[in-house]
T-cell receptor
Framework: AQKITQTQPGMFVQEKEAVTLDCTYD???????LFWYKQPSSGEMIFLIY??????QNATEGRYSLNFQKARKSANLVISASQLGDSAMYFC??????????????FGKGTLLTVNP | DVKVTQSSRYLVKRTGEKVFLECVQD?????MFWYRQDPGLGLRLIYF???????EKGDIPEGYSVSREKKERFSLILESASTNQTSMYLC?????????????FGPGTRLLVL
């Protein structure tokens, strides 16, 4: 079974609108971390936002926020006020186990976001 | 700013050649990682290192080896390149941020094996 599922291979959004990219995860660990990365066409993976499993509040970072629903095992990325430069591939990733003892990240297959002018 | 650099953005090699991909980070990070990225398969971990001269296999280590002689440098080696190793290779290093280990990536190397 996939540990990270991104069900939207592609998404389109109009400039200045908000968009939600879906991510569901599967783990039996109590302690885990969830990450979102952005990969523009240049190829570099850019870290966007992190949510720990014990964090009670949703993470926010500028125009990015993470809608964390633990019972549903979902960690959706919300981008507000989309910009043309947001067009990229977006990856959700998870690290299982407590910090420092388990380094491996498992990535989803990604969602290609296109922002239309 | 975290800086992770990779020796080449694009590389073309022939089948059977020995290939070295170099990754350097300037933030004194303990952990470094090599991934490959293929369409439809996402990122897959090849090897990682948690200290100088220490390494562990990831999910797909076959056909690869690594070297970490200095803390800032982590090399991926293809002993005898094959066409199925044509891929995008991404290096990452990590440090603790807000109590969590966050990986930061280099720009990637697109390798073509003919």
């Amino acid at each position: 079974a996939q540990k990270i599922t991104q069900t939207q291979p592609g998404m389109f959004v109009q400039e200045k609108e908000a968009v939600t990219l879906d991510c569901t995860y599967d783990t039996s660990d109590q302690s885990y971390g969830l990450f979102w990365y952005k990969q523009p066409s240049s190829g570099e993976m850019i870290f966007l936002i992190y949510q720990g499993s014990y964090d009670e509040q949703n993470a926010t970072e500028g125009r990015y926020s993470l809608n964390f629903q633990k019972a549903r095992k979902s960690a959706n990325l919300v981008i507000s006020a989309s910009q043309l430069g947001d067009s990229a591939m977006y990856f959700c990733a998870m690290r299982e186990g407590s910090g420092g003892s388990n380094y491996k990240l498992t990535f989803g297959k990604g969602t290609l976001l296109t922002v239309n002018p | 700013d975290v800086k992770v650099t990779q020796s080449s953005r694009y590389l073309v090699k022939r089948t059977g050649e020995k290939v070295f991909l170099e990754c350097v980070q300037d933030m004194d990070h303990e952990n470094m990682f090599w991934y490959r990225q293929d369409p439809g398969l996402g990122l897959r971990l090849i090897y990682f290192s948690y200290d100088v001269k220490m390494k562990e296999k990831g999910d797909i280590p076959e056909g690869y080896s690594v070297s970490r002689e200095k803390k800032e440098r982590f090399s991926l080696i293809l002993e005898s390149a094959s066409t199925n190793q044509t891929s995008m290779y991404l290096c990452a290093s990590s440090f603790i941020l807000a109590g969590e280990e966050t990986q930061y990536f280099g720009p990637g190397t697109r390798l073509l094996v003919l």
